[in-house]
């Protein structure tokens, strides 16, 4: 049993990582426009088939794939807010939003399923199912993979926020939009390019979903409802966060698929309502996680 | 002006809670309301005019899942009604009336289908219903079909749980054209009982999805395969959604279990697991799953050819199944959708086959009389489809559905294996080998 539950236990932190690659990007979006993207779930996907696309058309390999699907992902993220997102205003944006997020969703669900249809696809390469034999456990490449990739992510997008001019016109305007206008910071400009490099990183978490699992068109609605968990859990707009809270929840998850999988759901969103009580803000919510 | 942690915004906070609640009843509902169409008329298969057949035409309403978990599935049952259709109306329709047929989507939701069924009866007025895709949504639409007084023939609603409701047991309106799931297994276990003792399985695990259709086959495998002394290392049934599979499908591998029945409901279930057991090395000697395999390019596109192999899964129809009503749908289908015989999956057959017992029975009752159809389907004894004969019993199981097994064979064939000696039976790949793309 000892060995079964420390196996849970790394299939957990690892799946935890591929998990974070994909509410990253949802909780940059919500930290700086205050906005819950509901299509985070289909851009998942979107990122995924466009992984596929490349590997099955044009035979590259899946990460060598992110450098033409990461910028692909963010011109689409772009195209998003300045469509549909910009125009929003009033004491109702951030309610409206929801609406049209899930507007969006539904559009690119319905465009995946024109031009891929509805069959499960899945992303292949060498990597995707070997394993590497560390202390009597196969480790998986793909979540070790995924798991680096994840906290490289984390940190880029950290040194991005708190190291550049243009992490600080994001930081300024999260603050108070009004005086960063008033200072000369473009924020409409900043909204857009956050939205895109919220939805470009989706590329990353995408190409690791489909690499894990098998998905189709309609497989976004099944991830949004965890994201947006993870987020909450790990601190709205906390990147740090939504790592850490990615790592606790699927962690909680795979230890309790030993004895019990039926509960797993269940368990997944207790956690979330249990920590929400006894820490409101999450886990890295705090004033401090943006005072760095 | 900004709250005073300017980043956790209290009202934003309120409403991601509640978008979290509303995106989990979405999930949970696999994703009910995404669909733009829901309610919505997707598509008819219309008669060319209604003088060609000299009446009205015979209108049939059914909710399918063309969008949402099971979209994959119910588009291609839309394609078995629509095929049934067209070759009907080419020959003149039934009794001289054309056959018009009405879908509607539920996204793979039942209460959806629940909406669509009342909407299709209530407000449509069809002439009759036919079945939707999976025994979760036939349920609860068997009972509104039932209130009405309406058959419901299906395809794909093989459960107990679906014969056994009680509006089911009060009314005995459902019709299930295709083989009872509880017993799709049952070819593989007396195939196991066939073997010598020291060649049958020493151990199997049985992982499940929380699934009307996928547990009940597995459940009753795994008692037949105990009395046969083969011994349960695990067994558990795990949510149909879950963030991820590889903890259970590790256990298992863990276990190394001879024999793996898999209670799986689709392609992704059964691509995890198999990943998972390639990740760990772990090859069992036998792998058979309830659902997925049956799939065809789906299966292998997402699980890989050479991985395939040696893979088994029950069904009561296959693409080269010798029955010329079969073999001429199966043509017809290539002809109109493209791609070869082997992309024809059964989905297709059952849903053909559900309008051929309707028309059946319409000609046989003179009518559209649901009464008189419901009659006459319980008692009829020479029904046939392109799945083989069918015969009805007191709650719409159809004994007379023959149980096969199949198996993906090298050369990325799939073929019938068992029961052995049966015709069209080929030899069994006895130990699957190991993984390899």
Same mark, same amino acid.
């Given at each position: 049993?000892?060995?079964?539950?420390?196996?849970?236990?790394?299939?957990?932190?690892?799946?935890?990582?591929?998990?974070?690659?994909?509410?990253?990007? #949802?909780?940059? =979006? &919500?930290?700086?426009?205050? /906005?819950?993207?509901?299509?985070?779930? +289909?851009?998942?996907? %979107?990122?995924? $088939?466009?992984?596929?696309?490349?590997?099955?058309?044009?035979?590259?390999?899946?990460?060598?794939?992110?450098?033409?699907?990461?910028?692909?992902?963010?011109?689409?993220?772009?195209?998003?807010?300045?469509?549909?997102?910009?125009?929003?205003?009033?004491?109702?944006?951030?309610?409206?939003?929801?609406?049209?997020?899930?507007?969006?969703?539904?559009?690119?669900?319905?465009?995946?399923?024109?031009?891929?249809?509805?069959?499960?696809?899945?992303?292949?390469?060498?990597?995707?199912?070997?394993?590497?034999?560390?202390?009597?456990?196969? #480790?998986?490449? =793909? &979540?070790?993979?995924?798991? /680096?990739?994840?906290?490289?992510?984390? +940190?880029?997008?950290? %040194?991005?926020? $708190?190291?550049?001019?243009?992490?600080?016109?994001?930081?300024?305007?999260?603050?108070?939009?009004?005086?960063?206008?008033?200072?000369?910071?473009?924020?409409?400009?900043?909204?857009?390019?956050?939205?895109?490099?919220?939805?470009?990183?989706?590329?990353?978490?995408?190409?690791?979903?489909?690499?894990?699992?098998?998905?189709?068109?309609?497989?976004?609605?099944?991830?949004?409802?965890?994201?947006?968990?993870?987020?909450?859990?790990?601190?709205?707009?906390?990147?740090?966060?939504?790592?850490?809270?990615?790592?606790?929840?699927?962690? #909680?998850?795979?230890?309790?698929?030993?004895?019990?999988?039926?509960?797993?759901?269940?368990?997944?969103?207790?956690? %979330?309502?249990?920590?929400?009580?006894?820490?409101?803000?999450?886990?890295?919510?705090?004033?401090?996680?943006?005072?760095? | 002006?900004?709250?005073?942690?300017?980043?956790?915004?209290?009202?934003?906070?309120?409403?991601?809670?509640?978008?979290?609640?509303?995106?989990?009843?979405?999930?949970?509902?696999?994703?009910?309301?995404?669909?733009?169409?829901?309610?919505?008329?997707?598509?008819?298969?219309?008669?060319?005019?209604?003088?060609?057949?000299?009446?009205?035409?015979?209108?049939?309403?059914?909710?399918?899942?063309?969008?949402?978990?099971?979209?994959?599935?119910?588009?291609?049952?839309?394609?078995?009604?629509?095929?049934?259709?067209?070759?009907?109306?080419?020959?003149?329709?039934?009794?001289?009336?054309?056959?018009?047929?009405?879908?509607?989507?539920?996204?793979?939701?039942?209460?959806?289908?629940?909406?669509?069924?009342?909407?299709?009866?209530?407000?449509?007025?069809?002439?009759?219903?036919?079945?939707?895709?999976?025994?979760?949504?036939?349920?609860?639409?068997?009972?509104?079909?039932?209130?009405?007084?309406?058959?419901?023939?299906?395809?794909?609603?093989?459960?107990?749980?679906?014969?056994?409701?009680?509006?089911?047991?009060?009314?005995?309106?459902?019709?299930?054209?295709?083989?009872?799931?509880?017993?799709?297994?049952?070819?593989?276990?007396?195939?196991?009982?066939?073997?010598?003792?020291?060649?049958?399985?020493?151990?199997?695990?049985?992982?499940?999805?929380?699934?009307?259709?996928?547990?009940?086959?597995?459940?009753?495998?795994?008692?037949?395969?105990?009395?046969?002394?083969?011994?349960?290392?695990?067994?558990?049934?795990?949510?149909?959604?879950?963030?991820?599979?590889?903890?259970?499908?590790?256990?298992?591998?863990?276990?190394?279990?001879?024999?793996?029945?898999?209670?799986?409901?689709?392609?992704?279930?059964?691509?995890?697991?198999?990943?998972?057991?390639?990740?760990?090395?772990?090859?069992?000697?036998?792998?058979?799953?309830?659902?997925?395999?049956?799939?065809?390019?789906?299966?292998?596109?997402?699980?890989?050819?050479?991985?395939?192999?040696?893979?088994?899964?029950?069904?009561?129809?296959?693409?080269?199944?010798?029955?010329?009503?079969?073999?001429?749908?199966?043509?017809?289908?290539?002809?109109?959708?493209?791609?070869?015989?082997?992309?024809?999956?059964?989905?297709?057959?059952?849903?053909?086959?559900?309008?051929?017992?309707?028309?059946?029975?319409?000609?046989?009752?003179?009518?559209?009389?649901?009464?008189?159809?419901?009659?006459?389907?319980?008692?009829?004894?020479?029904?046939?489809?392109?799945?083989?004969?069918?015969?009805?019993?007191?709650?719409?199981?159809?004994?007379?559905?023959?149980?096969?097994?199949?198996?993906?064979?090298?050369?990325?064939?799939?073929?019938?294996?068992?029961?052995?000696?049966?015709?069209?039976?080929?030899?069994?790949?006895?130990?699957?080998?190991?993984?390899?793309?």
């Amino acid at each position: 049993m000892a060995r079964e539950l420390i196996h849970a236990i790394v299939d957990g932190i690892l799946t935890g990582g591929v998990y974070a690659l994909m509410a990253v990007g #949802l909780t940059l =979006i &919500f930290g700086v426009l205050d /906005i819950i993207n509901i299509a985070q779930g +289909v851009l998942v996907i %979107l990122g995924a $088939y466009l992984s596929y696309s490349l590997s099955t058309r044009a035979h590259i390999d899946l990460f060598t794939g992110l450098l033409i699907t990461i910028p692909v992902m963010f011109i689409i993220g772009v195209v998003i807010h300045w469509a549909f997102i910009r125009r929003l205003r009033g004491t109702e944006r951030t309610s409206m939003t929801l609406l049209v997020t899930y507007a969006v969703a539904l559009i690119i669900e319905g465009i995946l399923y024109k031009a891929y249809g509805a069959d499960d696809v899945q992303l292949q390469a060498s990597y995707t199912t070997s394993s590497v034999h560390i202390f009597g456990f196969y #480790l998986p490449w =793909i &979540f070790i993979y995924g798991f /680096i990739v994840a906290v490289c992510l984390v +940190v880029a997008l950290y %040194l991005l926020l $708190y190291r550049t001019r243009l992490g600080r016109s994001v930081r300024a305007t999260m603050q108070d939009e009004n005086a960063a206008r008033l200072v000369g910071i473009e924020v409409n400009r900043v909204a857009a390019l956050t939205f895109g490099i919220g939805v470009a990183v989706t590329a990353v978490g995408g190409m690791f979903f489909g690499a894990t699992n098998a998905f189709n068109p309609n497989s976004g609605y099944d991830l949004i409802s965890r994201l947006l968990a993870i987020i909450i859990l790990g601190g709205l707009g906390s990147i740090g966060g939504a790592l850490a809270a990615s790592v606790f929840m699927l962690t #909680l998850e795979s230890v309790v698929t030993i004895w019990q999988p039926t509960w797993a759901i269940a368990v997944f969103y207790a956690a %979330l309502v249990l920590v929400l009580l006894i820490r409101p803000t999450g886990f890295l919510g705090r004033k401090a996680v943006r005072a760095q | 002006m900004r709250p005073a942690i300017p980043w956790l915004s209290t009202k934003a906070l309120a409403l991601s809670a509640i978008a979290v609640v509303a995106a989990g009843g979405l999930a949970a509902c696999t994703s009910s309301s995404s669909s733009t169409s829901s309610g919505a008329p997707s598509s008819s298969s219309s008669a060319p005019s209604s003088a060609a057949g000299g009446g009205a035409p015979i209108t049939i309403g059914a909710s399918l899942s063309l969008t949402g978990d099971f979209s994959a599935d119910g588009q291609a049952f839309q394609k078995g009604y629509n095929l049934w259709a067209k070759d009907v109306n080419a020959k003149g329709g039934i009794l001289g009336r054309q056959v018009k047929i009405t879908v509607l989507n539920d996204a793979s939701n039942p209460t959806q289908a629940v909406t669509n069924y009342q909407t299709l009866i209530n407000t449509d007025h069809v002439d009759l219903t036919f079945g939707p895709f999976s025994s979760l949504i036939t349920g609860p639409s068997s009972a509104v079909a039932a209130r009405a007084g309406y058959a419901l023939i299906e395809g794909a609603g093989g459960a107990p749980s679906v014969f056994n409701t009680p509006q089911n047991q009060a009314d005995h309106n459902v019709f299930d054209v295709s083989l009872p799931i509880a017993d799709e297994l049952v070819p593989f276990v007396n195939y196991i009982a066939s073997l010598p003792a020291a060649q049958r399985p020493k151990t199997a695990a049985y992982p499940m999805a929380d699934d009307p259709f996928a547990d009940p086959p597995v459940q009753l495998a795994q008692s037949k395969l105990e009395a046969l002394g083969v011994k349960t290392v695990y067994s558990k049934i795990f949510p149909a959604e879950v963030a991820a599979y590889t903890p259970a499908a590790d256990q298992v591998a863990g276990k190394a279990p001879d024999l793996v029945v898999l209670g799986s409901t689709d392609v992704p279930t059964v691509g995890a697991f198999m990943q998972a057991f390639e990740q760990q090395h772990y090859v069992p000697k036998m792998f058979i799953a309830a659902a997925g395999p049956d799939q065809g390019a789906d299966f292998t596109k997402a699980v890989g050819a050479g991985n395939a192999t040696g893979v088994m899964v029950p069904n009561g129809w296959y693409p080269s199944y010798a029955n010329p009503d079969s073999q001429a749908m199966v043509k017809e289908y290539v002809a109109q959708y493209g791609g070869t015989a082997s992309d024809v999956n059964a989905d297709v057959a059952e849903a053909y086959a559900v309008g051929q017992i309707a028309a059946q029975a319409i000609t046989a009752t003179g009518g559209t009389d649901n009464g008189k159809i419901i009659t006459y389907l319980h008692q009829a004894t020479s029904l046939t489809s392109v799945q083989g004969p069918v015969k009805f019993d007191s709650l719409g199981g159809n004994t007379a559905a023959a149980a096969f097994i199949f198996q993906w064979q090298k050369g990325g064939t799939y073929s019938q294996v068992l029961p052995l000696g049966s015709p069209g039976s080929v030899s069994i790949l006895a130990t699957k080998p190991a993984w390899t793309k």
